[in-house]
């Protein structure tokens, strides 16, 4: 995969463009919404850019994050990372479906209605999966192409927008009171949007130049996100449209009331296109993690094996039954629980860069995020925003449970199955053979 599918694929890993930032919005108003959006970047995704720029580079594995923890912190903690991962991924993986099936609604509801909501959310999950077969250089050229699909209604809106804004000078309504929930509620939805950048590290063997490639395309995927999240906001403030219930699915409103019922049209197409390509481009990061874990001998040996294009079809097929299965949970609660185990992944990797750079100071480093008090002090902000979802999701419910029991169940499981994988490969080792 070159430089440009890189950035592309590592685009819809975290954002798929500014359709999910409209709770933010409607929660926070303009000037709050656009803050939180400017401050995000520079306390939650820059570190962790910083943080994957060096370890990619410097280990660029099949695997990624789960090799980085595996060898500074031993097979525990890597296999503790691969399943919060993989956990956090049935959550996150069920969200882009349903996404892709609200937008097709908006072109005629009956396509959408009863099962054949479902079966259209089935046949994301299908599509993707046999696209993902044909390889990663497939799947970094579609992402391109999406882009490009994705993001050419909302040049067309923000250009409107300020243009409306510049020449009929429209009063701008630049905020308004929310509650403190629905101010939580914006940072947490922001968070989710900002998050994703290890993602496309699991695919390092199959990146061109990896130790050059690697940091540019966070940086430039993490320039890109953020533009693309506060131009549009910016031109709807400008263009004098009002952000009181601005929700899920509101930018269709927003852009048929700058540019009508086409540009209204192609925003909703959008939408289709960026539920699609999101789930295909993590399609691509997370199936490389049980084909790692199983080369280790972590999982069955057979999930490892691969086709023609060097694909683990057997992680594929794995991962998609999975993630069908898990295609009715409920939107609202899927971004807390998701959130909370992505996090605890996310501070494991933050232990691994400073680990390494104790255990492993010859390593070659073709990008160095600074010096040690550099690197230490990159995973304070990420860390503090994962404990601030903790407490906010306190509240949130799964059936009888919290949000956050609810995850630190589904957490305690991992040193459960790996003592219990452990204990049976012991237990092979230890049998006598034939010979003896």
């Given at each position: 995969?070159?430089?440009?599918?890189l950035?592309?694929?590592?685009?819809?890993?975290?954002s798929g463009?500014?359709?999910?930032i409209?709770?933010?919005?409607?929660?926070?108003?303009?000037?709050?919404?656009?803050?939180?959006l400017?401050?995000l970047?520079?306390?939650?995704?820059?570190p962790?850019?910083?943080?994957?720029?060096?370890?990619a580079?410097?280990?660029?594995a099949?695997?990624?994050?789960?090799?980085?923890?595996r060898?500074a912190?031993g097979p525990?903690?890597?296999?503790q990372?691969?399943w919060?991962?993989?956990?956090?991924?049935?959550?996150?993986?069920?969200?882009?479906?349903?996404?892709f099936?609200?937008?097709?609604?908006?072109?005629?509801?009956?396509w959408?209605?009863?099962?054949?909501?479902?079966l259209?959310s089935?046949?994301?999950v299908?599509?993707?999966?046999?696209?993902?077969?044909?390889g990663a250089?497939?799947?970094?050229?579609?992402s391109?192409?999406l882009?490009?699909?994705?993001l050419?209604?909302?040049?067309?809106?923000?250009?409107?927008g300020?243009?409306?804004?510049f020449?009929?000078?429209?009063?701008i309504?630049?905020?308004?009171?929310?509650?403190?929930?629905?101010l939580s509620t914006?940072v947490?939805?922001?968070?989710?949007n900002?998050?994703?950048w290890?993602?496309?590290s699991?695919?390092?063997?199959?990146?061109?130049?990896p130790?050059?490639?690697y940091p540019?395309?966070?940086?430039?995927?993490?320039?890109l996100?953020?533009?693309?999240?506060?131009?549009?906001?910016?031109a709807?403030?400008f263009?004098?449209l009002s952000?009181?219930s601005?929700?899920t699915?509101a930018?269709?409103?927003?852009a048929?009331?700058?540019?009508?019922?086409?540009?209204?049209l192609?925003?909703?197409?959008?939408?289709?296109?960026s539920?699609?390509?999101?789930?295909?481009?993590l399609?691509?990061?997370?199936t490389?993690?049980?084909?790692?874990?199983?080369?280790?001998?972590?999982?069955?040996?057979?999930?490892?094996?691969?086709?023609?294009?060097?694909?683990?079809?057997v992680?594929?097929?794995?991962?998609?039954?999975?993630?069908?299965l898990?295609?009715?949970?409920?939107?609202?609660r899927l971004?807390?629980?998701?959130?909370?185990?992505?996090?605890?992944?996310?501070?494991?990797?933050?232990?691994?860069?400073?680990?390494?750079?104790?255990?492993?100071?010859n390593?070659?480093?073709?990008?160095?995020?600074?010096?040690?008090?550099?690197?230490?002090?990159?995973?304070?902000g990420?860390t503090?925003?994962?404990?601030?979802?903790?407490?906010?999701s306190?509240?949130?419910?799964?059936?009888n449970?919290?949000?956050?029991?609810?995850a630190?169940?589904?957490?305690l499981?991992?040193?459960?199955?790996?003592?219990i994988?452990?204990?049976?490969q012991?237990?092979?080792?230890?049998?006598?053979?034939?010979?003896?």
């Open positions: 995969m070159r430089i440009l599918p950035i592309a694929a590592t685009y819809f890993m975290v463009g500014p359709y999910a409209e709770d933010i919005l409607g929660g926070a108003g303009f000037i709050t919404a656009i803050v939180i400017l401050v970047p520079f306390v939650w995704s820059l962790t850019t910083l943080m994957i720029g060096e370890l580079s410097a280990i660029p099949e695997g990624g994050f789960y090799v980085w923890v060898r912190l525990f903690w890597g296999y990372e691969g919060l991962s993989l956990s956090a991924s049935i959550f996150d993986m069920a969200i882009y479906p349903a996404f099936v609200s937008y097709l609604g908006k072109f005629n509801p009956a959408t209605a009863g099962w054949h909501g479902w259209w089935f046949g994301v299908v599509v993707c999966c046999a696209w993902n077969l044909r250089p497939s799947v970094g050229d579609g391109m192409a882009f490009v699909l994705l050419s209604p909302f040049v067309v809106f923000t250009v409107i300020f243009w409306r804004g020449t009929l000078h429209p009063a309504q630049w905020g308004h009171t929310g509650t403190s929930a629905e914006a947490l939805v922001a968070m989710w900002y998050m994703g290890d993602n496309a699991t695919v390092a063997q199959e990146v061109e130049n130790q050059r490639n540019l395309a966070m940086i430039g995927s993490a320039v996100v953020a533009v693309t999240y506060i131009l549009p906001l910016l709807m403030a263009a004098g952000s009181e601005f929700s699915g930018w269709v409103d927003a048929r009331s700058v540019g009508g019922n086409l540009l209204g192609t925003v909703v197409a959008g939408g289709v296109i539920g699609f390509g999101m789930f295909n481009a399609v691509l990061s997370y490389r993690l049980p084909m790692a874990m199983a080369e280790d001998g972590l999982l069955p040996r057979v999930v490892a094996r691969k086709n023609a294009k060097e694909v683990p079809w992680s594929v097929l794995f991962c998609g039954l999975a993630w069908a898990a295609l009715n949970l409920p939107f609202e971004i807390s629980i998701d959130l909370i185990l992505y996090g605890a992944s996310l501070v494991l990797e933050f232990v691994a860069l400073v680990v390494l750079r104790r255990k492993e100071p390593l070659e480093r073709p990008f160095k995020a600074g010096n040690m008090a550099f690197a230490i002090a990159l995973g304070v990420p503090a925003l994962i404990g601030y979802a903790l407490w906010a306190r509240d949130e419910r799964v059936g449970f919290s949000a956050l029991l609810f630190l169940f589904v957490a499981l991992g040193p459960v199955f790996y003592w994988t452990t204990w049976k012991n237990k092979r080792d230890l049998a006598p053979t034939p010979a003896d």
